[in-house]
């Protein structure tokens, strides 16, 4: 019979890995448009100071699938950080009226 919470950890596991993922298609348009006029910098900058503690709890835990899952997800944040500075820098990135 297959245990639950091993169940839950391979599904939380899965997860948290697609929830990485999830900011691919974000940064995939920001570098298509040239563009970040419509992306929060404050979201993604909450985010990835989020995903960076995490990530140095699950260190200090030692505890491998939490580390590849906070990877993913600081990943993904920094590729959309990335294109907001990158077109701004560039002056492409407009501001509100």
Same mark, same amino acid.
């Given at each position: 019979?297959?245990? /639950?919470?091993? =169940?839950? #950890?391979?599904?939380?596991?899965?997860?948290?890995? %697609?929830? $990485?993922?999830? +900011?691919?298609?974000? #940064?995939?348009?920001?570098? @298509? @448009?040239?563009? #970040? @006029?419509? !992306?929060?910098?404050?979201?993604? $900058?909450?985010?990835?100071?989020?995903?960076? !503690?995490?990530? =140095?709890?699950?260190?200090? %835990?030692? +505890?491998? #699938? /939490?580390?590849?899952?906070?990877?993913?997800?600081? *990943?993904?944040?920094? %590729?959309? *950080?990335?294109? &907001? &500075?990158?077109?701004?820098? @560039? $002056?492409?990135?407009?501001?509100?009226?």
């Amino acid at each position: 019979m297959i245990d /639950l919470t091993q =169940l839950l #950890a391979v599904l939380a596991g899965f997860m948290g890995i %697609l929830m $990485g993922f999830a +900011n691919i298609p974000q #940064a995939v348009k920001i570098y @298509k @448009k040239r563009s #970040a @006029k419509d !992306v929060s910098e404050l979201t993604y $900058g909450v985010l990835a100071v989020g995903y960076f !503690v995490l990530l =140095l709890y699950s260190i200090l %835990l030692d +505890n491998v #699938a /939490l580390i590849v899952t906070n990877l993913f997800g600081l *990943l993904g944040v920094v %590729l959309v *950080l990335s294109g &907001i &500075i990158r077109y701004e820098k @560039k $002056g492409i990135r407009h501001r509100g009226i």
